[in-house]
Every structure is written in C-alpha cells, then in structure tokens.
C-alpha cells in the first residue's frame, strides 16, 4: 500500500493517551508497508520505543501542562494558554527541520496542531472535534475547528454511531469536510484467553498531568493498603524503577501485552477517565471504576456519559472508595472486533501521497 512510504507519527505529550493509541496506527503502518518515524519526547517517546525499538526516532518537545491541585482549572489553563500557542508556531518551524532530514512523506499528528506543513500530506488525529473548556468555550471550539481545517485529513478514532465513546466531543458538531471516523485505536491486541484464576484483585493505572497524577496515585496506595488481596498500581512514568509495598506492586509502565493481561486478569480496573483508556476497555471488554481528572472538563463529561451507559462506575476523586467499588466491581462485555475503519483511512493516505507527492 505504502511502498516504503516515510510517515512521521507524533502524538500530543499531555501524559501516556495518545502515544498508547498511536500504537495501533503504527501497527497498522508496519503492515501496509510503511516505514514509520517516531516524533515524540520524554514519556510518550519511552513508551513508543519500548513498543517499537527498532524504529527511527526523533525527538520532539512538547510542552508539560501543569493542572491546578483543586478542582477549577480554568485559572490554570488560562495562564498557560500564551504558551500553547506559542508552542504551535515552534512546531511549525521544527517540524521544517525534521522534514528535511528526515525525508518524509506524510506526517499523522496526534492533537498536535503545529506538525503539519503545505505540500506534505498531513494527517490530524482527534476525538474533540467539539471540545469542551472551562472557559470561552465557543471561542474555544472556533479556534479548534480552523486548526482542524488546516490538516489534508482529520482521523476520529470513534465509532461512526453516535454517541460512540466519546458522545458530543466526536457527534456533537458538524464534521470537517476532510474528516472521518477510523473506529477506535487501543493499543490490545485479541483478547487473551482466560486463565482460571484471578492474578490480581486490582489494577490501577495512574495517568494525566501532574499534580493531579500525584494526587491520584496517593489516594489510591491509601486505600490498596487495607484492602485484602494482591494489587498492582501503574503510575504512568516509564523509567521508574518497580518497587513493592506489602501487597502492592508499583511500576511505572508495562508493555501493552503485560497491561493487557494485568488488566484482564483483575477483579478491578481503578482508571482514569481518559479517552485512550476507554477504547482499551472497549477492546477488553472489561468494566471499571473510573475517577476523572478533578476539574477536566473533557473527563468529567466522559464520566457521566459512561456512568450512565452503565458499563462503568465512576466516583470523584474525593470520595474514591475502591472497597465499595470491589463489592460491585462492574460488568464486562463482548470485546471489540476487528476496526476496518482504519485500513480504510490508510488506504486513503496512500493515495493522497501518489497524487500529492511531499518535497522534502
């Protein structure tokens, strides 16, 4: 399909989310013949080259959003919104550079709006084509629209029949022209076989920018530790060095085969509300106890929609309560199928760059 094609992946640096579901993406290049170039820095470049050590890296700085430790954000993020932009332009002229030397043919960004360029097949990947902010929201969703606007394609990694997984983020508005939906992205492969018995009672899989992070994993060694049982705690930081605490086990990151078994063998899920961990629960067909982000208005309207399809259950991060949680752990489901949606998205790439050869 490719025929040797050179296509940059980057994804957004806004905690482990999007790297985790970039890892389908690249599969999926592997396979149709492409020769993917990580873009990525720090964590989410761990991830990717633990995922897949033989590929070309290059790295590209994002910039660390910090939230608030209470509950408004919006002070936060206004004062750290000049910043973004300015990161917008300083990826426009990196991305000039790494084009350039690394001979590129497309590039697929991950909600990073400044890696795009005219004349090279440009890919944006979003499930916020409506997104939701503490504050100036329409302006908000203005904004987001031109950026999308400005990308040769739009991939919505979600199911085309509403409400999806993501409900009004990814149905609420009219689509962009060039968009399309590619089903959702987890980086779990087929379901693994049951094993007869339960590996551990918990699994909790920290995530999200810092201190929120923080804060989340603390309330959760808190309780883990008067709760009966063997529990494993990943926190979202590849590179830390696994340490046990009694019954728990805490390590920084797991390849996405050992995630995905941990997470299929546990009594309960302990998440956040995160949309790249909603499609690997889809792909499991497991339920969970999810805790948004405090503040997050993306997560928190997550939570409610998911609480209400029932599939889940969700407390706040004040009043987490993983025992009253064990007692009805939720249920599961029939694991996602196979997603044509996105070899379909590939092929269309592929003939964008015959017909719009890039210019290094």
Request: positive net charge.
């Amino acid at each position: 399909m490719f025929r040797g094609a050179r296509i940059l992946v980057a994804p957004l640096d806004w905690g482990l989310g999007h790297a985790a579901r970039c890892v389908p993406i690249i599969r999926t290049l592997l396979e149709q013949d492409a020769v993917p170039v990580i873009g990525a820095d720090k964590a989410p470049l761990a991830l990717l080259r633990e995922e897949f050590p033989t590929l070309e890296h290059v790295r590209l700085p994002g910039m660390e959003v910090r939230y608030a430790a209470g509950r408004s954000q919006a002070w936060a993020m206004a004062r750290q919104l000049p910043r973004m932009l300015l990161q917008v332009r300083e990826e426009q002229g990196l991305l000039t550079s790494v084009r350039r030397r690394m001979q590129l043919h497309a590039v697929i960004s991950d909600q990073r709006f400044g890696i795009r360029a005219d004349g090279l097949p440009s890919v944006l990947v979003t499930h916020q084509v409506s997104p939701f902010s503490p504050f100036a929201q329409s302006n908000a969703r203005r904004i987001n629209r031109r950026r999308i606007d400005r990308f040769d394609r739009c991939w919505i990694p979600d199911h085309a029949e509403a409400p999806g997984l993501a409900g009004d983020l990814s149905h609420g508005d009219r689509l962009p022209p060039q968009a399309r939906y590619i089903g959702p992205l987890s980086r779990f492969t087929k379901a693994p076989a049951a094993t007869g018995h339960t590996m551990w009672r918990t699994v909790s899989v920290i995530s999200g920018p810092e201190p929120q992070r923080t804060l989340f994993e603390q309330a959760a060694l808190q309780q883990l530790r008067s709760i009966e049982g063997r529990h494993l705690v990943v926190t979202g930081q590849p590179g830390n060095t696994p340490r046990t605490e009694g019954p728990i086990e805490i390590t920084g990151h797991l390849p996405a085969a050992e995630l995905q078994a941990a997470m299929a063998s546990a009594d309960l899920i302990v998440s956040r509300t995160g949309y790249s961990t909603l499609m690997d629960l889809e792909a499991l067909g497991r339920g969970a106890l999810l805790v948004p982000t405090p503040g997050q208005p993306e997560q928190e309207y997550l939570g409610r929609l998911h609480a209400a399809g029932g599939h889940h259950a969700v407390q706040d991060q004040d009043g987490l309560d993983i025992a009253r949680a064990l007692q009805r752990p939720p249920t599961s489901s029939t694991p996602a199928g196979k997603n044509n949606a996105l070899l379909d998205a590939m092929a269309d790439l592929a003939s964008l760059i015959t017909s719009l050869p890039a210019r290094p």
